[in-house]
């Protein structure tokens, strides 16, 4: 029996004084190549615990690459996926646990192992998503994007990108508290790097605070995104402090959860903007 970890009343923009960390965990194959499953679920307990060793809150479980170009996976190789290290999480670690699905079977099973949060960057738009969701009780995150991953680098014909994230966020929200999920289990997130350019993702940092009118906590992820690449001019493996620099200009224009790889980095820039907020 796996325990489940409620996750925390989400911090709100104006009332918050910390910032939640997500830490990322890829239960891909790439990410924990060598061995079989037993191995592969040793290895994401062990990231886990480096990450919550290095101060992350809570942790995000995903199956499934959603970076642009990636092609979609079954819904049996997901579950194979997710599942066991979401027990395993579950079992070893008393922080709240998050899904990154879109998979309706996924979400219950998830939910059931211990996750207290669905983090949906198609924003329970599958078919039965929406519903497994709302029955599994926990929180939910929507994001926006255009298309699906495999087919959105393209889709950047926007006249504002500001006003059609929260346009669209606005009918998820709708369609959410339609279907009996409660308003303030709702979290948004604007979906930097999904069907945006780079400077569509850094006009969307800009005005972030534009997102406050959805009345929802705001989740971002940026960490070592091409935008941070395109900034910095740095590869994937020297993105932190930029990614750590791009979720803390964020967290000023009212962000409370950062989804990042990088854990150690973003806790001390987060510790230099709380010093600042508290002095004087
Ligand atoms: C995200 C997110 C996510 N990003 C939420 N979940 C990914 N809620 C996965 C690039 O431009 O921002 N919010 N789950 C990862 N997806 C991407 C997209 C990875 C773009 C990289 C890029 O480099």
């Known amino acids: 029996m ?8 989400w911090p709100r923009a104006g009332a918050v ?10 239960a891909t194959p790439d990410s924990f190549s060598d061995g079989g499953r037993f191995n ?10 480096a990450m919550l060793e290095a ?8 199956g499934e690459s959603t970076r642009p170009g990636a092609e979609p996976i079954s819904p049996e190789e997901e579950l194979e996926r997710v599942i066991p290290v979401i027990e395993a999480l579950a079992t070893r670690f008393d922080c709240p646990l998050s899904v990154d699905t879109s ?6 099973r998830a939910v059931e192992a211990g996750a207290c949060l669905v983090n949906d960057v198609r924003a329970l738009t599958r078919p039965g998503a929406l519903e497994a969701a709302a029955a599994s009780g926990a929180s939910v995150c929507v994001m926006h994007m255009r298309g699906e991953p495999g087919d959105m680098a393209g889709r950047t014909d926007y006249a504002d990108v500001v006003d059609e994230v929260v346009a669209y966020l606005a009918g998820r929200i709708d369609a959410l508290t339609q279907a009996g999920i409660p308003a303030d289990r709702i979290l948004v997130d604007p979906g930097f790097g999904f069907a945006k350019t780079s400077e569509q993702n850094f006009d969307l940092l800009r005005r972030l605070q534009a997102l406050a009118c959805l009345d929802a906590p705001v989740l971002v992820g940026m960490s070592r995104k091409r935008m941070v690449g395109e900034a910095t001019g740095r590869p994937v493996e ?5 990614s750590a620099a791009a979720a803390l200009l964020a967290v000023e224009r009212g962000a409370t959860v950062l989804r990042v790889h990088d854990v150690a980095a973003t ?7 709380q010093a600042m907020r508290r002095a004087g």
């Open 40 to 49: 592969s679920v040793d290895r994401a307990v062990e990231a886990a615990a």
């Open 238 to 242: 020297e993105r932190a402090i930029g």
């Open 2 to 9: 796996t325990r489940r970890h409620p996750c925390p009343d």
């Open 17 to 26: 004084e910390s910032p939640l960390i997500m830490g990322i965990l890829n």
């Open 55 to 62: 101060g992350a809150d809570m942790i995000d479980v995903g």
């Open 103 to 108: 998979t309706p079977a996924v979400i219950t």
């Open 267 to 273: 806790r001390d820039a987060l510790a230099v903007w």
